[in-house]
């Protein structure tokens, strides 16, 4: 029973933390796309596509078989890409708008358009042609071959040409000089694995003096940060590669799942009393990003480090238990008289403090 209850909060804090991929990473469907700003040629790009892998999944040049496809890779292109990535990413055949190279060519016979992926042949002919085998196709007034050496499928991100734009509109294809640096798109048969929970602090819960943030991280491509925000703010990166042999059994198909905690010291009195907000942000090496936050509460004694020379004086106070919970009336710390509340908690295997009521504070010598 233990064992299927562990199991089903993992899965339950998976489902909490499904990747938030970073600017330049986005998924449509089973797929995963990734810009690439560097402009190279079509040949370089398609090269580049096929060393890059997400998991055990190569990359290639992008290939498009649908309109909703086509406006998905669009809108990120939109969205995402600057000013001056554009303006790096224009064609030289007089078009004057950016460009991105996707993954068709026809250079190994004119005017049999094919995905560099699978090999379908996808049109057949000039701007006159036709699809082939019923494909999608988004072509503008092209392929036109206009400086004879045009073998390589780009999308524009703008009408064009200048001043009439009667040629294509944004999202629309046309063919370029595969010598031409364009920025370009990378599409991958799958995506991320990335998955994560937050332990400690759990959501809900009262926290006292130094704690733990701690929890886990999993994925097919190495993890590369763990960043630890508090109430929004950045405070430290947080080790990771802890053992965890439970999530290693979770997740036994992912390597090194078994080394996937993190753990780090907070000193939860530094924090003013009242509710917080810690946030975790998990990043890989493909560059896919996760973040999960959770809120908690932060009791305190009157100053926020109770060390040797303060009075700490139990004798006098009175203590009941009941269940899971310790109660303290009366105890002396710093020249001060609380009620104290103790719990005890599987997760730290230890009782702590979830309650600080100050009750007497003595007068000065």
């Known amino acids: ?56 999944q190569l990359g290639y040049l992008a290939q498009i078989d649908s309109e909703s496809e086509n406006a998905a890779i669009l809108e990120a292109l939109l969205s995402q890409l600057t000013e001056e990535q554009l303006a ?8 004057d708008v950016a460009f991105v190279w996707l993954g068709g060519s026809d250079a190994e016979l004119e005017g049999q358009w094919v995905w560099s992926s699978t090999g379908d042949q996808f049109w057949e002919g000039d701007f006159n042609g036709t699809a082939v085998a019923d494909r999608y196709t988004n072509w503008g007034v092209q392929p036109d071959s206009a400086t004879g050496k045009e073998d390589a499928l780009a999308m524009s991100l703008a009408a ?28 991958f048969d799958g995506v991320s694995d990335l998955s994560f929970a937050i332990e400690e602090p759990a959501h809900g819960e009262t926290y006292s003096g130094v704690g733990m943030v701690r929890g886990w991280a999993v994925s097919s491509d190495p993890i590369e940060r763990i960043e630890v925000f508090v109430d929004g703010e950045y405070r430290f990166d947080i080790p990771y590669g802890g053992k965890r042999d439970d999530v290693g059994e979770q997740f036994a198909e992912i390597e090194g799942a078994d080394k996937s905690g993190y753990t780090s010291a907070v000193n939860y009195s530094g924090l003013g009393e009242g509710e917080h907000e810690v946030t975790v942000r998990v990043s890989d090496s493909f560059g896919s990003v996760a973040e999960q936050s959770t809120t908690f509460d932060v009791t305190r004694f009157h100053q926020g480090f109770i060390g040797p020379d303060d009075e700490f004086e139990l004798g006098w106070a009175i203590t009941n238990a009941l269940g899971r919970t310790i109660r303290i009336s009366g105890a002396v710390i710093a020249n001060r008289r609380y009620n104290l509340t103790l719990q005890w908690r599987d997760s730290t295997q230890s009782f702590e403090i979830i309650s600080i009521d100050p009750q007497y504070v003595f007068p000065e010598e």
């Open 88 to 95: 790096a990413s224009l064609a030289d055949d007089g078009s």
């Open 1 to 56: 029973m233990l064992k299927l209850i562990r199991q089903l909060v993992i899965f339950v804090l998976c489902l909490l933390s499904q990747p938030l991929q970073a600017s330049l990473i986005f998924e449509y469907g089973d797929h995963t796309y990734k810009i690439i700003t560097e402009p190279a040629t079509w040949e370089d790009a398609s090269v580049a596509a096929a060393e890059m892998t997400l998991g055990n």
């Open 160 to 187: 064009w040409p200048e001043p009439f734009y009667d040629l294509g509109v944004a999202g629309q294809w046309n063919d370029l000089d595969g010598a031409t640096p364009l920025i370009y798109v990378v599409e």
